[in-house]
């Protein structure tokens, strides 16, 4: 039996990025997902949206770090550290300046025994 080598490179192998608000992780973003605003709406976090297509800036979104890249150009002047959830995708892990009452965010999963011995 022969085997053939198969090579991937780097770049077939991107990670999805982890969204965040405010420090706490809310969501791996992924194919699922058409914008960021979709996204965030899945997990209930609190975002006002008109138009979805980045032409009114209601959505308007703080960045505190990351990055992202636009579906459609919006037609809403941003500042460096602004982005339109409405029509952009995250190019990397991000972290928004929104609230995270109300959200559904990411929990940790604690070892049974390890809960066991904390308790006692």
């Known amino acids: 039996?022969?085997?053939?080598?198969?090579?991937?490179?780097?770049?077939?192998?991107?990670?999805?990025p982890i969204v965040?608000?405010?420090?706490?992780?809310?969501?791996?973003?992924?194919?699922?997902?058409?914008?960021?605003?979709?996204?965030?709406?899945q997990k209930k976090v609190s975002?006002?949206?008109?138009?979805?297509n980045g032409f009114c800036g209601q959505c308007k979104t703080k960045i505190i770090s990351g990055s992202v890249s636009y579906i459609t150009e919006p037609l809403v002047t941003l500042e460096a550290d602004e982005c339109l959830p409405?029509?952009?995708?995250?190019?990397?892990?991000?972290?928004?300046?929104?609230?995270?009452?109300?959200?559904e965010l990411v929990g940790r999963a604690i070892n049974t025994k390890q809960a066991q011995t904390c308790n006692t």
Do not use: W, Y
């Open 20 to 41: 965040s608000l405010q420090g706490q992780p809310v969501l791996l973003f992924n194919q699922q997902h058409l914008t960021l605003l979709e996204a965030l709406e």
């Open 47 to 52: 975002t006002f949206s008109e138009c979805r």
């Open 1 to 16: 039996m022969t085997f053939k080598a198969v090579s991937f490179s780097q770049a077939s192998f991107k990670k999805a």
């Open 86 to 103: 409405c029509c952009c995708v995250p190019d990397t892990d991000i972290d928004l300046d929104l609230s995270v009452d109300g959200a």
